[in-house]
């Protein structure tokens, strides 16, 4: 797989957050095949991939979590005019819509345009206040009627955003949250190759993240894992932040550690980084992370659950910015620790002495 | 296990092992058998017929953790578990697994413009200094991720007063040890030590489902604020006068049939209660409620003044009547009682 | 059906105290389905067998209503409460309400210097007692009251309390009846404690294991006076949803429902509501997960004493219900 490839299709690809099947699950899908056994979608839309492990049964269930879905915002009325108003899907940051170029998904894709009130008939005062996201709406240049018979309440819109490749391995697009994510499974996936591996895992696309990690509650569920690995995004050094709110882009993939973290796993994926010689870094998580690992801890009786993150700046922008090699690096750490796990591992996980 | 040595343990959400490993002990000196799940609950058991009544206490408090070590040597920190930032600053902790003494320091007043001192100084601002010179001393010691717990003594204040930190919840494990001295014969009691209440109820809701109780109750030591400047109608519950019976929280309404029964127990046996008139805050039972296809479920209290600070205050009268009251009522569920 | 609404809307039921409610619409559906049965946390569970082959479908509409709990009665007499689900200070002032065994009582304030100060804290409630003593021998800390206020026949449209989500329970309810043949096992589910967290909704669902959930709840309008924006109006039919806090619907059962609205000619339009979740938002997430949809009632005015439906959108969701049942669901 060419990882440079896959990002730039992925986050291209569009997947808001429960209408992931629209698009982006069947990237994902396509990129499973040939990695795992076999591949299902769940009722909730996420993408499933089996590679079963050759231990003895029963063997250890290891859980990848990676989101696939992406912010983005709905159509909430047809204004006269043609004019279409909308809301967030997930956390959007109201400061960045303001003339930027969006894609309506109707019956067929639409650009569009948040307008805004041009600078000349523009009061000082008002220019003082951020625009209100209820006050915006999209203009994509048909005549109502036109609009009407394309675009219908509840279909949805994403950034329209070419991705970016910056100086050194740095790259930026939007969607990078969790995009990022699902490649460093499919990276672990191909490592997994070199390795004998006694667990059974499955790689999971996850839908419905940023509306409340809907996805990751019921497949971990469905699945039932002994362990639950997370990868998602943190953030990344940022002009005018604290350097200890964040990680360093491009320094290698983050661990989190605290109540969300099994200590146990955490430390065997801090042993597995340093078996082959990737600085990885730490992320302090006090309580809650506000990622899939979350959900995934009280799933039925308890899962053990970790988390990696990749360093990206301007997360839910749509010019997320990461370092490649740090998707790298996170792939090929979780495919050694996979490989660690046995069956005595996971027994391990309920002794607290 | 006695108060003094429940409330002396640390074990902030997320790092409960020096409580657990104590819960523990206990429980294998007293001959009661216990599972730990993977979240780190510690589930203990008695009696095997009858209908499944788990209790549940949380273990864990809350506390700070270490999120960086300065350059210069001191620690900053953030919140684990809801604790209002104007009561940190000139207190005691101790930090991470050796328990360093460290103090939360603060700007002189000398020092400070004359409007600072009206202004909260937010959790960011603030810091630990364990005495280090610079951050490579200080990181021989302590490192980011570390645990911190609140430094209090306990103390008995007069005949019947306690003052300790963590009150909410040891009380709570206290009563369960209490519960499980008893032999029940026609319930089966699983006592749940759990983790991780205070950053969202997230052990009791792995360990009912493990457990699949047929009732539940929360014990707790629950908010009191009969001080001065609170009236009557919002204090929530009164210091020394019951066990607290909790109508409603965010997390949970009680089963009607049980806090009726806990009533009427109450009456018949001259066991001082109160109602806990407030319905802010949530606790365990509310995990427990909504355990796969439901689940009654009751909360009964010990109130302790100034819960989430440093140190708390309560009755030895209270818990007394807590005990009574959780006794008498297994003991009507033993005899027959079904929500 | 507008004595139904009457019937349901007037009964007494905040969360959690959802008693008398439950009783009434046991009485309703006993002649139409086969089985009945009250869970652990009151939920009234109903179900009409079907021929054979077909799903296990929930139709879930919430019995429980907003409302007040005591929490102190004061020396004097007063009744100082907190709120059983989402209750707006200004609605309430001036309100009666009653308590479940026939006590009335009305709510008065402290003298405020400014009306944005005024919160439920403020607040209290007056039933003529004179002392605590009297008080006392009414009411106890701990009970729930609900607002009182008979519904109205206001021709086309109907306004009463607790229509959010009597109105739901209403459209099941003459689906139920109106149900011949269908080849799923039906579910109706009255479910309880869904103003504190759709907490009613998530234990039955785990408990019946559906194969498909729909809601029936009341959605807001934008059709008032410089009202927030929204494309559901009163009158234009059946809301089918997309979104709203609690869930984003199945699609494939979405496009399902509006393809059999068109289909029956059953008058339907599009929502994204969003502020406010329904008890689809915790079906869809029962165990391994289930396609879950809401057909919403368009309301105006909701959570106040004065909720009003058109009988014509009453009317279409139930035919649409009805629709829906007897369809394959094979989407």
Redesign the interface.
Known sequence: MDLKEFLTKASLAHGVSGFEFMDVASLVRDAMDGLVDEVKVDLLGNVVGVKYGEGAQPRPKIMLAGHMDEIGLIITKIEEGGFLRFAPVGGVDQRVLPAHEVIVYGRRPLTGVIGVKPPHLTSPEEAKKAYKMEDLFIDVGLPEEEVRELVRVGDVATFKRQVSELMGDRFSGKALDDRAGVAVILVCLEELRKYKVDADVYAVATSQEEIGCRGAVVSTYGIEPDIGIAIDVCHGETPGVPEWRTSSVGKGPALAQGGNIHPKVFAALEKAAKEIGIKAQKEIAPAATGTDAWVMQISRAGVATGLISIPLRYMHTSVETLAISDVEDAGRLLARFIASVDAGFVKELKSWI | MDLKTLTSLSGV???E?EA??AI?KQLESMGISY???????VIAKKGDRGPKVLLDAHMDEVG?????VEKNGFL?F????GIDPRVLVSKRVLVGKEKIPGVIGAKAIHLQERDERTQVIPI?RLFIDIGAESGEQAQGKVK??DYVVFDTEYQELSPGIIKAKALDDRVGCALLFEVLKQDWKEIQLYAVFA??EE??L?GA???A??VEPDMGIALEGTVCADIPGTD???QATRLGKGVALS??DRG??P??KM?NQLVKLAEDEGIPYQ?R????GGNDAGAI????????VASVSVPCRYIHTPCSLMSTSDFEAARKLLIKFLESVEGGFR? | MKDLIKRLTEAFGPSGSEGPVREVITKEVEPYVDEIRVDALGNLICLKKGSGGGKKVILDAHMDEIGVIVTHIDEKGFLRFASVGGVYPVVTLGQRVYFENGTFGVIGSEKLDDIKDLKLDKLFIDIGAANREEASQKVKVGDMGAFFQPAVDLGNRVVAKAMDDRIGCVVVIEALKRLKQTQHDIYAVFATQEEVGLRGARVAAYGIEPDVGIAFDVTSTGDTPKARTMDVSLGKGAAIKVKDSSLVCHPGLRDYLVKLAEAKGIPYQMEVLEWGGTDSGAIQLTRAGVPAAVISIPSRYIHSPSEMVDIGDVEACVKLCVAACESPLDF
């Open positions: 959400s997320g790092n092992y657990r490993s523990i599972e730990c799940d993977v979240m780190g609950n700070l953790m270490i999120t960086h900053r953030a919140p684990v578990g960011d980011a991720g983790v991780q950053v969202g997230r809701r792995v360990a489902f493990a009557k109608e919002f109508i409603m949970s309404i089963d009607r806090l109602f008139e407030a319905t802010s409620q909504q355990t796969k296809a439901g689940c009654p929500p």
